[in-house]
């Protein structure tokens, strides 16, 4: 099997946290380079990473010819452009979510894919992991009945006006970075896109991002809503309820891979009877390195991709529409 030689799009903490360490655990994947606008930096992380290469700026990644793809964290008003550049530089992408800051954007990524004939996908590591792969066949196995609602909530607390995810010019706020996850799986359980949705949302006085956004949306056969947040105490939590029962995902998308994920199956018990649920409990993994795998299938033609760049502008279109919904305060269509 042909190993794919990986250069990584700017040193980001989440690219090096996590993104490095999965790669190198990757079969037939070399991270063979990193670049930074910072060639000291860059050159600290090859030597953590033990990299052949460290380039000063983007553009010399781009022109080595030694590298197949590119892996694009930058921050999220970034991802579009170099995503391009790359593309147009004869590498593969698979770039960070969100890919863009709306559908608009989103699209026209389709023409450099078709043009170049090169894979660009946006790294949505959650449905790769096994745990949401059993959830969606454990629903269409008709374990709970008939699935009817999702809940979801995540959030995390970040007071730093510095930090690109609270700077409005660089795709900051809650719903591109950590509400994208609930939506993401609501859409992937129920196997539909969302008809129309509503948003409250609540935007820092100062940083003019949204801090805290509540959604509902309508699919064709249930109801949604979840919960984001960047100002409040961390939790994640996600919840399928079907007519005869429900399933329970304690840690759906930020999953350790040093601890066990569990799915808890509860039956259709009354109100007032215990609570006994079935527990399935997966093996550990580095979710990671299975969405590494998959796009390498995808660029060696083994295998359609995971994630084309028509799912990315379906999940921006309903993004799109709760912003709008935030902003008027009545339903949006989420359109087509």
């Known amino acids: 099997m042909t190993t794919l030689n990986w250069g990584v799009l700017g040193a980001s903490f989440f690219a090096i946290e996590h993104m490095i360490p999965a790669l190198q655990q990757t079969a037939c994947v070399r991270v063979h380079g990193i670049a930074s606008r910072e060639l000291a930096k860059a050159e600290a992380v090859a030597e953590q990473f033990g990299l052949s290469q460290a380039y000063g700026d983007y553009e010399s990644m781009l022109a080595d010819p030694a590298i197949d793809v590119v892996y694009n964290p930058l921050p999220n008003h970034l991802h579009v452009p170099w995503t391009a550049k790359a593309a147009r530089a004869g590498k593969h992408v698979l770039c960070e979510k969100p890919i863009a800051l709306d559908a608009a954007e989103a699209a026209t990524l389709i023409p450099v894919r078709d043009e170049t004939g090169l894979q660009i996908q946006e790294a949505y590591v959650v449905i790769h992991h096994p745990q949401w792969q059993r959830v969606r066949a454990l629903v269409r196995e008709g374990r709970i009945g008939r699935l009817r609602a999702i809940q979801g909530w995540f959030s995390y607390h970040l007071h730093d006006p510095d930090n690109i995810r609270n700077k409005r010019e660089m795709g900051g706020g809650g719903l591109l970075d950590i509400g994208v996850y609930p939506l993401l799986t609501g859409r992937y359980v129920f196997g539909a896109e969302p008809i129309r949705v509503f948003a409250a949302i609540e935007r820092h006085p100062e940083w003019d991002v949204d801090v805290l956004a509540s959604a509902v949306l309508q699919f064709p056969?249930?109801?949604?809503?979840?919960?984001?947040?960047?100002?409040?105490?961390?939790?994640?939590?996600?919840?399928?309820?079907?007519?005869?029962?429900?399933?329970?995902?304690?840690?759906p998308f930020a999953q350790s891979p040093s601890r066990e994920a569990r799915i808890k199956v509860y039956g259709s018990g009354a109100i007032w009877e215990p609570d006994d649920p079935e527990v399935e409990t997966l093996a550990k993994v580095n979710q990671y390195v299975p969405q590494a795998e998959a796009f390498c299938a995808?660029?060696?033609?083994?295998?359609?991709?995971?994630?084309?760049?028509?799912?990315?502008?379906?999940?921006?279109?309903?993004l799109d529409a709760l912003a709008r919904s935030g902003e008027s305060g009545r339903w949006e269509e989420v359109g087509a």
């Open 298 to 318: 995808a660029v060696r033609g083994e295998a359609p991709p995971a994630f084309p760049l028509e799912e990315s502008v379906k999940m921006m279109r309903v």
């Open 221 to 251: 056969d249930g109801i949604q809503n979840f919960t984001c947040a960047t100002l409040l105490a961390g939790h994640q939590h996600m919840v399928i309820h079907g007519d005869e029962g429900r399933i329970e995902v304690p840690d």
